[in-house]
């Protein structure tokens, strides 16, 4: 039982990290790049490559591509949440060190390994620093977030 709440609570703590993690991505386009359109999201790829592997002869819509990408990840940060949740148990759980790890690991498994082998993205090497300190950043701010709920979550009980 212990562990199906520390999932549940991990989930709905990852769920609240990608959404200021999303914030803070956007906001850091908005800013950096206040002239450009903004463009294909990473996880908007991932929905073109999945949805090609399913359907190769149908073009998947943009409306639909963003929407399904959102929601991908949103489930994406859900997911990663939850083990993080799970890993930490009952240990107190330290922003920098912990939450900072947690976040710098994601990025760096995301962006040199699965996704530019899948043909996703860029890997961090091919991109410029301004894309590589957004995408950390974007990172960060996930598990600091996700650190944050969880604390709150675990005061609850």
């Known amino acids: 039982m ?19 993690m999303g914030g803070f991505a956007f906001l850091a386009r908005r800013m950096v790049e206040p002239e450009k359109p903004m463009g294909k999201t990473h996880y908007e790829s991932v929905v073109e490559w999945a949805s090609g592997l399913a359907a190769p002869e149908r073009e998947i819509a943009v409306a639909d591509r963003i929407r399904i990408g959102e929601l991908t990840h949103l489930g994406f940060g859900a997911f990663w949440g939850m083990i993080f949740s799970v890993i930490n148990g009952d240990k107190t759980i330290k922003p920098l060190s912990n939450g900072a790890a947690w976040g710098t690991a994601l990025w760096a498994v995301a962006f040199s390994g699965y996704m530019p082998a899948l043909g996703i993205s860029k890997s961090l090497r091919e991109m410029g620093n301004y894309e590589r300190l957004r995408t950390l950043g974007s990172h960060l701010v996930f598990a600091t977030f996700t650190w944050v709920f969880l604390e709150a979550f675990r005061n609850r009980d």
Do not use: E
């Not at 212990?2 to 200021?20: D, E, Y």
């Open 2 to 20: 212990r562990l199906i709440r520390r999932s549940v609570k991990g989930l709905l703590a990852g769920t609240c990290g990608t959404i200021a």
